[in-house]
Nanobody
């Protein structure tokens, strides 16, 4: 059974940092690309960042480029999202997602499993 469990969310002040983690199990982690998505209150799901199976290729939404860094540790079956210079607009539930293939980008249809999400709130 595929499981994706996010952690690391919380309340942070504007300009602060958080590191999200996604622990994966039930599949061969290093065979697949992974992504982070987010959903803010009253809005649709938004793609944030993607990483290829080996971590060599990374992609970011324009809204987070230069502030967020996606990475993965295939030995630990874990995906990460380092978020710096956080803004109130970054407030959302963040989800990790498993891709259908070794490379994937921003399309939701490229992903087949999702975690339960972790809440990130940026507020003073």
């Amino acid at each position: 059974e595929v499981q994706l469990v996010e952690s690391g969310g919380g309340l942070v002040q504007p300009g602060g940092s958080l590191r999200l983690s996604c622990a994966a199990s039930g599949f061969t982690f290093d065979d697949y690309a992974m992504s982070w998505f987010r959903q803010a209150p009253g809005k649709g799901r938004e793609w944030v960042s993607a990483i290829s199976w080996n971590g060599r290729d990374t992609y970011y939404a324009e809204s987070v480029k230069g502030r967020f860094t996606i990475s993965r540790d295939n030995a630990k079956n874990t995906l990460y999202l380092q978020m710096n210079s956080l803004k109130s607009d970054d407030t959302a539930v963040y989800y990790c997602a498993k891709a259908l293939t070794a490379w994937a980008r921003s399309g939701s249809s490229e992903y087949d499993y999702w975690g339960q999400g972790t809440q990130v709130t940026v507020s003073s």
